[in-house]
């Protein structure tokens, strides 16, 4: 008997050079001003080719409420879920809101991702939480060359990575990393 595939969870984000996610006030001016082609290296259509689940964080899916007032949401294919304790405003059917760490959700992700993998979209703490859980495979980082001094960290703990590959994409350097 073969045991099902094993469920490939990436957080794929971008980053300033010095590891922060957003600013202190979670303003992504820093990120929306850089130039990026669409079509180059580890597009964004690639990985969501790949998702069948997504997941962040409070902050983050407060963070696209604010930013596309009155528009669609922006992933209405997979199934979101938003690791939060507060009451959210449900904008579209596909979305969740849990709580716990990342292991005690294990199977309610794996079994919306399907066949496909899970898109850990942020923060810094909520990958830490799946990594320490042993629920994260790899990190896709477009680093921006910026540098903050102060925001929202990339990364919320001590983890070693391996450097799978590098690309860059216009303004961003790019690499994949294997947790
Ligand atoms: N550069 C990029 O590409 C990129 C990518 C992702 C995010 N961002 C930005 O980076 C910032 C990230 O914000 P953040 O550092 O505050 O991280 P976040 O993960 O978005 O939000 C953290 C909050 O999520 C909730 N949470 C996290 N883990 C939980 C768990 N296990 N159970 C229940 N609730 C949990 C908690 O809020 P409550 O307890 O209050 O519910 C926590 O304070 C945002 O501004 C976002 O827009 C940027």
Excluded at 40 to 53: C, E, R, V, W
Excluded at 111 to 118: F, I, S, T
């Amino acid at each position: 008997m073969t045991s099902p595939a094993h469920t490939q969870y990436v957080y794929y984000t971008a980053s300033t050079m010095d590891g922060f996610l957003a600013d202190s006030n979670d303003s992504l001016d820093w990120l929306l001003t850089q130039p990026i082609d669409e079509s180059g290296p580890f597009p964004i259509s690639d990985l969501m080719a790949k998702t069948g689940a997504i997941v962040m964080g409070a902050t983050t899916y407060q963070w696209v409420l604010d930013h596309t007032p009155g528009e669609p949401w922006p992933y209405p294919e997979q199934q979101t879920f938003v690791f939060s304790h507060r009451k959210f405003e449900k904008v579209h059917p596909s979305i969740t809101v849990v709580s716990g760490q990342p292991a005690a959700n294990r199977e309610l992700l794996e079994k919306a991702a399907g066949d496909l993998g899970v898109w850990v979209v942020g923060g810094g703490g909520l990958a830490a939480a799946f990594a320490a859980d042993g629920m994260l495979d790899e990190m896709v980082v477009s680093y921006a060359p910026v540098t903050l001094g102060a925001g929202r960290p990339l990364f919320d703990g001590a983890f070693d990575f391996e450097l799978l590959e590098t690309a860059q994409n216009r303004a961003f350097l790019i690499g994949r990393y294997r947790v």
